[in-house]
């Protein structure tokens, strides 16, 4: 392996040691010298391209330890290879010197071409493994790009199918926008007040992306029940109600694995978003925390947004009137905790809901 001329700093308080080893490296290497600890530390600050030192232990005013410690305190040991060239026979002072992370230690009196070859080797050793550290940098930002486009693909899929949903119900497509907005606002504040959930950041985006899908079953649901303008009768409403499992049965057949994290997400979201906190709910009649956390989130998420929203059948009530209907347990039961995070949202419910507004053009 060809090497390029590179800086190798040598620290030694004598100077024919200094002299001799200048000798053995001068012919490929650019060499900096050091008497002491003190000039060792100013050429490391002074010079960030060096590929070696060789140090003494035993030195005056600031000695090889010293200048040890100043390298770990700066991040320094595991990006310079480190040589201990000392006359100290001590073992415990090799020992030390090891902990520190040191590269090798070699014993005066020396043979200037046997420490020669070994710190060709430590430096080539050292090369290789800053050359692998980038290349697995490089491989890792390829990988969280590639992550990143699909994430953005999957997204974009998702919000097409869900937007066939919202065409099909005459919908602007607002209504998915903001349920996704509606649902991380909500984790947020369940993430920082109710950790006893264990939320990650991870999945508070899945749960988020998995909301756009909770009302697909609506696909299969008639259009002369899902666009009636009145309300519906008990049979009609029997129908209506069938979008949740639906819509499970449409996200089972695009589902080879279903053990994976995102897609029980979508399932439960889907499925549980019209169950009750009392059990009054539907299709299952879950009771309290039978009912996945997921789903009670996007659950207030997607009432509060109908109820704020124009319908075929009702006007839009203001956000100050759908809060507290909510909060009244008039638009169905909630836990404690939801309710709780949602009246934590509330001031940002609000501005998302007038945000819209301005830039809604009819």
């Given amino acids: 392996m060809a090497m390029d001329k590179q800086y190798i700093l040598i620290v030694d308080d004598e100077d024919i040691n200094r002299a001799v080893l200048n000798v053995a490296f001068q012919d490929k290497f650019e060499t900096l010298e050091a008497a002491d600890g003190q000039e060792a530390i100013s050429c490391i600050e002074n010079n960030p391209d060096i590929a070696l030192i060789l140090l003494d232990i035993v030195m005056p005013i600031v000695d090889g330890f010293q200048v040890l410690e100043y390298m770990k305190e700066h991040d320094l040991l595991e990006k310079i290879p480190v040589i201990i060239v000392t006359g100290e026979t001590v073992l415990d002072s090799e020992e030390k010197a090891y902990k520190y992370g040191v590269a090798d230690v070699i014993h005066k009196p020396f043979y200037p071409h046997i420490v020669r070859k070994r710190s060709r080797n430590i430096m080539e050793l050292y090369q290789n493994k800053r050359n692998m550290e980038i290349r697995l940098k490089e491989q890792e930002q390829e990988i969280r790009e590639q992550e990143k486009k699909i994430r ?10 869900s ?82 499992t639906l819509g499970c049965e449409i996200l089972e057949k695009f589902q080879e694995h279903q053990d994976d994290e995102f897609y029980r997400y979508c399932y439960d979201i889907c499925r549980h978003h019209h169950e009750r906190w009392d059990g009054n709910g539907y299709p299952d009649h879950l009771v309290g925390d039978e009912i996945p956390i997921s789903a009670q ?32 347990g008039e638009c169905g039961q909630f836990s404690p ?11 940002d419910f609000f501005n998302i809901v007038e945000v819209i507004k301005m830039f809604s053009f009819s």
Avoid: W
Avoid at 297 to 319: E, G, H, M, Q, T
Avoid at 337 to 344: I, K, P
């Fill in 152 to 161: 953005e693909n999957n997204e974009f899929m998702i919000d097409a199918l």
């Fill in 163 to 244: 937007s066939v949903v919202e065409f099909r119900n005459l919908e602007t497509g607002d209504h998915i926008k903001r349920i996704k907005y509606f649902t991380r606002i909500m984790l947020k504040y369940l993430v920082k007040y109710f950790p006893k959930y264990g939320l990650t950041d991870v999945q508070v985006d899945e749960i988020a992306r998995a909301a756009a899908l909770h009302d697909v079953g609506k696909i299969g649901i008639p259009d002369a029940i899902l666009l009636k303008p009145g309300r519906l009768t008990e049979e009609e409403f029997e129908t209506m109600k069938t979008h949740t």
């Fill in 297 to 328: 989130i996007v659950a207030i998420a997607d009432v509060y947004d109908a109820l704020v929203s124009p319908r075929v059948y009702k006007s839009a009530y203001a956000n100050d009137i759908a809060y507290d209907m909510i909060m009244k």
């Fill in 337 to 347: 905790d939801v309710l709780e995070c949602f009246a934590l949202a509330k001031e």
